[in-house]
């Protein structure tokens, strides 16, 4: 009976520490950085001057894309597919990515969409109030 007390104690203390970590208050902060938009033949690459940590995407555009694949630049130097969207996309669309990269191609599946990405917004995790 002692050792099932003691990993309830165990398991209670984990809950409280975990229940910390997601309840830590943040806030989403746009990354006020140069980026440096180049179009490929079925999308578009964004890049960065350095790496940045990048937890959400804001696509702004008109329209609708019936689908969209998100690649990132690894540390191999390798494209990486980091989230693929199915659905129609309808703007305003937020991501979420959790990512750490310089460079990320957004690549559409149909280019006879009649929707267009003008803007994509990139946001990282700040402290909240700051």
């Known amino acids: 009976m002692n050792r099932w007390l003691c990993i309830l104690f165990i398991l209670a203390c984990f809950s409280q520490i975990g229940c910390a970590a997601i309840l830590t208050e943040k806030e989403y902060i746009l990354i006020d950085e140069s980026v440096d938009v180049n179009p490929i033949f079925h999308g578009v690459v964004y890049s960065f001057q350095e790496k940045m940590q990048i937890n959400?995407?804001?696509?702004?555009?008109?329209?609708?894309?019936?689908?969209?694949?998100?690649?990132?630049?690894?540390?191999?130097?390798?494209?990486?597919?980091?989230?693929?969207?199915?659905?129609?996309?309808?703007?305003?669309?937020?991501?979420?990515?959790?990512?750490?990269?310089?460079?990320i191609k957004i690549k559409h599946r149909n280019p006879t969409d009649t929707g267009r990405l003008d803007t994509v917004l990139f946001y990282t995790f700040g402290a909240k109030g700051k």
């Open 56 to 103: 959400k995407m804001v696509f702004l555009g008109s329209g609708r894309i019936n689908g969209i694949d998100i690649y990132v630049l690894d540390v191999s130097n390798q494209w990486k597919l980091k989230k693929k969207l199915y659905a129609p996309i309808f703007f305003p669309r937020e991501i979420y990515l959790f990512t750490e990269t310089d460079t």
